[in-house]
């Protein structure tokens, strides 16, 4: 009796958890270099968009993915060219990028409004198919995406520090005078991270849309965006936290869609908070050292070196 | 003299090219816009006619204009207030749904009252909601617990599921109407309205709440307070002005003003408490605050602006077939351009 | 000592720079030699310190050439100063308080590969360290190291970077003086390796122990250059400060100590607080401040002077322990509180601590001053400003414009302002953080006159300073504090430097020769 109700909740976890995952990666890995992006919300939107109107234009969902990957970096890129180059506001710049998401979605998205896709194909190996638990849920009958969201994790973990490049992404949200002192370009740093995260926000907003939801509608993220920027102080800025963190989330959902399911009297508007109070509670809990663990320059615009 | 008269002149020339400036950005975002739309296959042109004769050629249009800045403005001071401090509260949505709750409570708790009473009282309310929903993140904040960005961004989301809780629940209409929302309030809770229009005394209260912030800033020594903690909160705790104390009041009556929007929407306009209160004034609030530098006069003209934005969204649903969102995209391109051109170092803390 | 026969390392040849009105640095020239420790002395903002900067390529001279191994190079950056084997050691240390002494060092390699192998680095790490002198954890957190520490991994850093030419922004400022003798012992094995080393500071008795040569700078131009024990300590201080040089000698004369009144102005009985983050908690502390006398803190920084400080002015609550102000228990009173009852605060960077820049000077004059300007929701500003008057005409400060933002001023007028403020109502206690640091030498030297004529007015000072010359000239008794505690009281004239950086650095071992 348990048993299939915890494995289903797993299964369901790492079904919306995955999306969530990636976009708590990439927003890592822009935070590691010193820019909040409140607008996180609007890319995951224009991913979904344009990967739900690509792959339903070619009927190949894998150039969706790709073209949404593409999306998201670039609309990153336009908004590191407003916070690096143009030294603009980042919560401002932030927040229009989020309008930006909303509108430039509506229009990607309109036409396709009810469209049906073919998504992902899944794969689930014939040895793991055999367990009569994980045969009655979707465990293990992933999609790539799927597939490669921990290998992602240990990926962005890796490149963040153990690599000489992830060393200068850090340097640079801890303090972009000592990098640039160190002879490094914080900007074409905090350019390259933030295309990296964009790439992931435009996966993760593409995950939803054509592999999950496998529709379109707008405001579909439904603030997945903030809750990813909850997410990433949640874990630390770390990826390999931020794993427990998108499962311990996407668990969240699964439950309130299961106790929904099962005629819970607990209305679901009251789940449905139950994710941004948790977040609160943890965030509380960890008080004054979780100060010790942001990047210092955080939020902060760098204006050379005089 | 004539230094007076050259300053004059100097000055009126600032102002003329502030003001070539603005219309500059301002055709900037239109054609940029235009070029989006025609990509889409839309017209632009009859767009951005329409907008206009449905708007600001038209008496009715324009009283539109005046509802739609009602809770703008309101959600701007929101933001206007805790700024003073160095707060960043980008929680007015949240607080404009919790005040719409809390007067929605009001309302439905002392049905039989005479306006007089109800009326204050249900205001009251919403300024409530509000304050406690920005009182929260205050004290989280003012303890050195939880920073309020993320404080005010996450209730955000709850609020809503609040009234969703209730309005699809204890309090949904009788009539059983297709649409969530609950039953209506009674007369005695409505805002009174003006010329045959949907101008109501929300934006009364909305100017009020704006001279406020302007007179207390400007002219009291909580102005002087409030700004030494905006300027050097370490400085200020150390000459001994009470920062935690400033930082829950400031959020707390910030919060106010965007629960009486959400009051002034309810009681206002819909006469019933629903779902989908706000298209997200709270986060427009912000931006307006923004653009504005927390100047009084230009968190008015900035609400104006937003509110024909808004309004060509819809003329574009009606008229175009393009989403309502879809306007979303010109506001961006405003704030883009403006974000991008101002000088490095500039307004912005 | 010998003249190094080849050419120089580092030849700087009539380099001018100007800042606006002032010309910090006038045709100045300056080789420094491999083998060599050359010290750079002058008064703050003798040109020092934009010298270094050009050096380094973080400021572009606007004339004047730079010659490295004889040829004439554009150092644009710090990276191509860096890829000509210069490196720098600022003041304020360009490390990574998050990062670990690793990859703070591993930033700086020029020859990092793409992915990095950490225990190569390490073993690098304790190669070097064993070499020079510079042993220290290389997976230690920054955050976690001591000040001498911390300079040990600056100077690796640059000799992992292959550099030969290292410039020292005042490097001992922060040290203890043990500390300061471990670092000339780098010193010399560096220069036995054939580094050059560029020495900035203003300490002459360390310039006069270590440097082969010195030069000396004022108001932008090199004023004279000596060759190791052609030079004592008098002429130099003549050479730095022109004419005035001697008057600022005189002034360390001893200043007769006042008999300290019985009546304790402030008291400390068994204070405790607790501490967060890399604060330092105050542990059982006791201590009595009488009216008419300046206590001094020592102790590296770190130790708790900065709690201690925030303790009594009520910033910080006691966790054990109570707080007596005159005779009254003050331990649970509001910052507002204390400070109408008559205490003052003096920091060491008003804009910090005591003033916001973007506010006008009459409006920083009103910060702080509690209810006495109130009436009604307005503030008496007329009441304000006479008051304001008599405070800088009592102290013969000039009285500057009222209007524009503070932030506009010159530090020493700023410094005024505050202190003009906080003496406005006649403390009764000044508590006095760091307050001469960054300033130049004769607005310290009036400063401390500042607080002598206070304590002399009746009023307790507590002096807190990390510079042992001034608290000897300064303090009637000194405290020394270590870990937050206090580890050492002295009377004045009863104590040794070598002791007290002992007692400061947490040492037990008694006087090693």
């Known amino acids: 009796m348990t048993a299939p109700l915890i494995l289903g909740l797993l299964a369901g976890a790492i079904l919306s958890g995955t999306s969530l995952l990636y976009a708590t990666l990439g927003e890592t890995i822009v935070e590691r270099s010193g820019i909040v992006n409140l607008g996180l919300e609007g890319i995951l939107l224009i991913g979904a968009s344009v990967g739900f109107s690509v792959t339903a234009t070619t009927g190949k969902a894998w150039l969706g993915l790709m073209a949404a990957g593409m999306a998201g970096g670039l609309a990153n890129v336009l908004f590191g060219w407003l916070v690096v180059t143009r030294k603009a506001n980042q919560l401002a710049s932030g927040l229009a990028m989020m309008f930006f998401g909303f509108g430039a979605s509506a229009l990607i998205g309109a036409p396709y409004v009810g469209a049906v896709i073919v998504g992902l194909p899944k794969w689930r190996p014939s040895w793991l198919a055999g367990f009569r638990w994980v045969k009655a849920t979707t465990l293990f009958n992933w999609d790539l995406v799927t597939w490669l969201a921990i290998p992602m994790a240990i990926l962005v973990w890796w490149a963040l520090f153990r690599t000489r490049w992830g060393l200068g992404v850090r340097a640079v949200g801890e303090s972009p005078a000592v990098a640039f002192a160190a002879g490094r370009n914080p900007a074409i740093l905090q350019y390259q991270a933030l295309s990296c995260g964009g790439v992931l926000g435009g996966l993760a907003g593409a995950h939803l849309s054509v592999t999950l939801a496998m529709t379109w509608s707008e405001y579909m993220t439904a603030g997945r965006g903030f809750i990813v920027i909850a997410l990433v102080i949640f874990s630390k800025w770390n990826p390999l936290r931020a794993v427990a963190a998108a499962l311990l989330f996407g668990g969240a959902e699964a439950l309130q869609l299961q106790m929904q399911a099962r005629g819970s009297v607990i209305s679901p508007f009251l789940l449905e908070m139950s994710p941004y109070i948790l977040t609160l509670m943890i965030l509380l809990a960890w008080g004054g050292s979780r100060r010790l663990s942001a990047p210092a320059g955080l939020g902060r615009t760098f204006y050379g070196s005089e | ?349 | 000592m010998s003249v190094p026969v080849a050419a120089p390392l580092l030849d700087i040849r009539g380099v001018s720079k100007r800042y606006g009105a002032v010309q910090a640095n006038d045709k100045v020239d300056l080789s420094l030699y491999a083998g060599e420790v050359h010290a750079l002395i002058g008064e703050n903002g003798a040109g020092k310190s934009t010298l270094s900067r050009i050096a380094y390529g973080f400021t572009r001279p606007d004339s004047g050439e730079i010659f490295l191994n004889g040829k004439a190079a554009d150092v644009h950056s710090p990276r191509e100063a860096r890829a000509h084997h210069i490196g720098m050691v600022f003041q304020n240390f360009m490390l990574i308080p998050a990062l670990s002494v690793l990859e703070n060092i591993a930033l700086f390699l020029t020859d990092l590969p793409p992915v990095m192998h950490p225990q190569a680095v390490a073993k690098r790490i304790l190669e070097f360290g064993e070499r020079f002198g510079l042993t220290v954890d290389p997976h230690a957190p920054v955050r976690q190291l001591s000040v001498g520490d911390r300079q040990k991994v600056e100077i690796l850093k640059l000799l992992m970077a292959k550099a030969r030419i290292l410039i020292f922004d005042e490097p001992t400022r922060v040290l203890a003086p043990h500390e300061v003798k471990a670092l000339f012992r780098v010193f010399s094995a560096l220069k036995a390796e054939g580094f050059a080393i560029l020495f900035i500071t203003h300490k002459l008795q360390e310039v006069v122990r270590c440097a082969d040569r010195i030069t000396v700078m004022r108001q932008g131009r090199v004023v004279g250059s000596f060759g190791s024990g052609q030079a004592d300590v008098e002429t130099l201080v003549t050479m730095m400060f022109g004419e005035r040089g001697a008057i600022g000698l005189a002034r360390q004369a001893e200043v007769p100590r006042r008999p300290a009144e019985a009546r304790p102005i402030l008291e400390l009985r068994g204070a405790s607080s607790h501490a967060t983050g890399s604060e330092t908690p105050l542990r059982g502390l006791e201590l009595s401040i009488a009216a008419g006398e300046i206590v001094g803190v020592a102790g590296v920084s770190g130790s708790g002077q900065k709690e201690l400080g925030d303790l009594i002015l009520g910033l910080r609550s006691l966790s054990a322990g109570s707080k007596w102000f005159c005779g009254a228990n003050a331990s649970s009173w509001s910052i507002a509180r204390m400070r109408e009852s008559g205490v003052a605060f003096v920091p060491e960077d008003p804009l910090l601590m005591a003033a916001v820049g973007g506010m006008s000077v009459r409006e920083n004059l009103s910060l702080g001053t509690g209810r006495r300007y109130q009436s009604g929701v307005r503030t008496d500003w007329p009441a304000l400003e006479t008051t304001m008057r008599e405070s800088f005409e009592a102290l013969a400060f000039p009285i500057p414009p009222l209007d524009p933002p503070i932030g506009t001023l010159s530090g020493g007028n700023l410094q005024r302002v505050v202190i003009a403020r906080e003496m406005a109502h006649g403390p009764k206690l000044i508590v006095a953080l760091y307050p001469t640091r960054g300033l130049d030498v004769r607005s310290a030297a009036s400063l401390r006159d500042l607080l002598r004529r206070e304590r002399d007015g009746g009023s307790g000072v507590l002096l807190i300073s990390e510079d042992l010359d001034e608290l000897a000239e300064m303090t009637d008794r000194l405290l020394v504090l270590f870990e937050g505690a206090i580890v050492g009281e002295f009377s004045r004239g009863t104590w040794q430097p070598e002791e007290v950086g002992r007692l400061m650095t947490g040492s037990t071992e008694v006087n090693v020769a």
């Open chain 2, 1 to 349: 003299m004539p230094e007076r008269g050259l300053t004059a002149v100097l000055r009126s020339s600032t102002a003329l090219r502030k003001t070539a400036r603005s219309c500059g950005i301002g055709g900037a975002a239109l054609m940029m816009f235009a070029a989006i739309l025609l990509v889409a296959g839309k017209d632009p042109l009859r767009a951005y006619m329409d907008t206009f004769h449905y708007t600001l050629a038209n008496t009715y249009g324009f009283s539109e204009l005046l509802v739609r800045m009602t809770p703008l403005l309101l959600a701007a001071v929101a933001v206007a207030l805790p700024a003073r401090l160095g707060l960043i509260n980008v929680g007015g949505e949240g607080q404009l749904y919790m005040g719409a709750f809390m007067a929605s409570a009001g309302a439905f708790l002392l049905p039989k009252a005479p306006g007089w009473i109800l009326l204050p009282f249900v205001a009251l309310m919403g300024f409530l909601g509000g304050a406690i929903w920005a009182a929260i993140p205050g004290i989280l904040r003012a303890g050195k617990l939880v920073n309020e960005t993320v404080a005010t961004l996450l209730l955000n989301y709850v609020a809503p599921l609040i009234v969703s809780y209730f309005v699809f629940g204890p309090w949904r209409a009788a009539e059983n109407s297709a649409y969530p929302q609950s039953s209506p309030f009674p007369d005695a809770a409505l805002l009174p309205s003006f010329f045959n229009t949907r101008i109501h005394a929300g934006l009364l209260i909305a100017l009020a709440a704006l001279l406020a912030y302007w007179l207390i800033l400007e002219k009291t020594r909580w102005g002087v307070d409030m700004r030494a903690i905006g300027g050097n909160a370490e400085a200020a705790q150390r000459l001994g002005i009470p920062v935690p104390t400033w930082i829950v009041t400031a959020l707390a009556v910030g919060g106010g003003f965007a629960g009486l929007a959400g009051m002034g929407e309810a009681m206002g306009i819909a006469g019933r408490l629903r779902q989908d209160l706000s298209p997200g004034y709270g986060f427009s609030g912000f931006l307006i605050a923004w653009l504005a530098g927390g100047r009084a006069l230009g968190i008015v003209l900035m609400a104006f602006l937003f509110a024909i934005i808004t309004s060509a969204g819809d003329t574009l649903q009606m008229t175009q077939g393009v989403p309502y969102a879809v306007v979303n995209i010109l506001l961006a391109m405003i704030l883009f351009i403006v974000l991008a051109s101002r000088s490095a170092g500039g307004t912005s803390k």
